[in-house]
T-cell receptor
Framework: NAGVTQTPKFRILKIGQSMTLQCAQD?????MYWYRQDPGMGLKLIYY???????DKGEVPNGYNVSRSTTEDFPLRLELAAPSQTSVYFC??????????FGPGTRLTVL | AQSVTQPDIHITVSEGASLELRCNYS??????LFWYVQSPGQGLQLLLK??????LVQGIKGFEAEFKRSQSSFNLRKPSVHWSDAAEYFC????????????FGKGTMLLVSP
């Protein structure tokens, strides 16, 4: 099993550009999550999904969108990139009882 | 809403010495508690978890943690630290909300001196 995979690993965007961060898991987990990590701030939940076709906002959803068309994939969309979205983004998946398995992360810089 | 406090931003420990990382949580019911470790440039790896039962839980890499309800704490311990343990450690609490979401502390950076 590859576990949770994320692409790309690094990306630099200009202000106003858009991009999609990809996340896939091969563990057949129902739950998937997107977090952002900023220095000294821990991880903040952006969006989560409890199954294909079901998504909901987390703590910091503004400026992001998600979709979940399959169990395996949970892409995160940035429509109009802003410097405040410079961060490291982690995708995670789980199957209940709050236990989550994390991907390696995407480091995004918006200039 | 639940919350997690990790009082120590940085801790420096000599190699071979014992380690205790503090974690306090706020949650009305019995929480699900986790410790994750993050090496530089890596994702988060689960060290151990507490759901119920024995309040002393064992994890990977020789780590253990003790759940103390009266103190709302879930401190992480290791009897002898190795240089490879240098990393950032996150405590997290899960709510019994049905959505399996986690609330993370801000992390403690562990530095290991020779």
């Amino acid at each position: 099993n590859a576990g949770v995979t994320q692409t790309p690993k690094f990306r630099i965007l200009k202000i106003g550009q858009s991009m999609t961060l990809q996340c896939a898991q091969d563990m057949n987990h129902n739950y998937m999550y997107w977090y952002r990590q900023d220095p000294g701030m821990g991880l903040k939940l952006i969006y989560y999904s409890v199954g294909a076709g079901i998504t909901d906002k987390g703590e910091v959803p503004n400026g992001y969108n998600v979709s979940r068309s399959t169990t395996e994939d949970f892409p995160l969309r940035l429509e109009l990139a802003a410097p405040s979205q410079t961060s490291v983004y982690f995708c995670a998946s789980g199957q209940g009882y709050n236990e989550q398995f994390f991907g390696p992360g995407t480091r995004l810089t918006v200039l | 809403a639940q919350s997690v406090t990790q009082p120590d931003i940085h801790i420096t420990v000599s190699e071979g010495a014992s380690l205790e990382l503090r974690c306090n949580y706020s949650y009305g019911a019995t929480p699900y508690l986790f410790w994750y470790v993050q090496s530089p440039g890596q994702g988060l790896q689960l060290l151990l978890k507490y759901f119920s039962g024995d309040t002393l839980v064992q994890g990977i890499k020789g780590f253990e943690a003790e759940f103390k309800r009266s103190q709302s704490s879930f401190n992480l311990r290791k009897p002898s630290v190795h240089w490879s343990d240098a990393a950032e450690y996150f405590c997290a609490v899960g709510a019994d909300s049905g959505y399996s979401t986690l609330t993370f502390g801000k992390g403690t950076m562990l530095l290991v001196s020779p």
